[in-house]
């Protein structure tokens, strides 16, 4: 796979007002996080239904109830995600509580309102919103949880270091991948992604392991999820789960038959198209850090 100047440059743009975007939500406080990914949020989720209303004919005849509804069910989820107690909440009124408030109303009203007003459902239907539900709307409530795990003002930057060792190996293995398969790549990783390769594959893997051991190093403090151990090990969970995470969404982008998800992104198509790897890997990297970090 050769290395193309225009397609290089245009996807590192792209990168670095990504890296920008995910470093200001991130950085700036709690609230700002959950606005930048209440947005990925929606955009997953209606690049989603697109996709399957491609796939499956019958899920494009949907309600607005269920189009709509599931979408803001799966933000609830999210939501209810974030740990009580963190740094942002006003009194008693936090994420926590809005998203178990709100997950219970929409627990009742949906099925309710679908049944009223198609006065049919479609099971099959029904389980593709709830996959929706856990590939998207659990796995970023996962990532929000990490951004609020240690409650206290005192951990706050252990928070922000807990989200950003995710993104940044994400980042890393999927730069690097791209380079060294461009470059070196001779060996196709599957055929359902004919242009990813096992020597970029590898290659990511090994850098961000590196790139994240090396920051691990230099950031650590003493404090356990900080040690060089833990950034190597979230770094290569998040490389490796994030390679099939891509591979999954390129083989429901071929069942759609598109090339892309959306075209939010120059370079990289939509939301679905950047967020596949971290949709995959933080419930697995979530794992990790709460029964061994």
Known sequence: MALQAVTFRTRALTSLVFVAVMLAGL??????FFILFSIIHFGCWYEYQKLLARIDASYSEI???QKYGVMIAGWCIMMYCARPGYVGDVGNVGLHNAGLYGGLLFLFI????????????????MGYSALGLIYISLSLGMLLNLRTFYPGPTLE????????????SLWVNDTMAYLVGSLIGR???????????????????????????AVGFYLNSGFEMQTVTNWVIVAAIAAIAGTVGDLLQSKLKRLADVKDSGHIMPGHGGFL??????????????????MFA
Request: proline content about 5%.
């Open 27 to 32: 950085l700036w406080n709690i609230w700002s």
């Open 63 to 65: 309600s607005a109830f």
């Open 110 to 125: 949906l099925p309710v309102a679908e049944i009223l007003y198609t006065r049919k459902t479609y099971l099959r239907n």
């Open 157 to 168: 930057a252990v928070n922000k270091l807990l989200v950003l060792a995710i993104i940044l």
């Open 187 to 213: 060996t196709p990783l599957s055929a359902i992604s004919p242009k990813k390769t096992w020597e970029g594959t590898i290659g990511g893997i090994v850098f961000a392991v590196i790139t994240m051991g």
């Open 273 to 290: 198209d950047r967020f596949d790897s971290l949709l995959f890997a933080t419930p697995f990297i979530w794992l990790y850090i709460v």
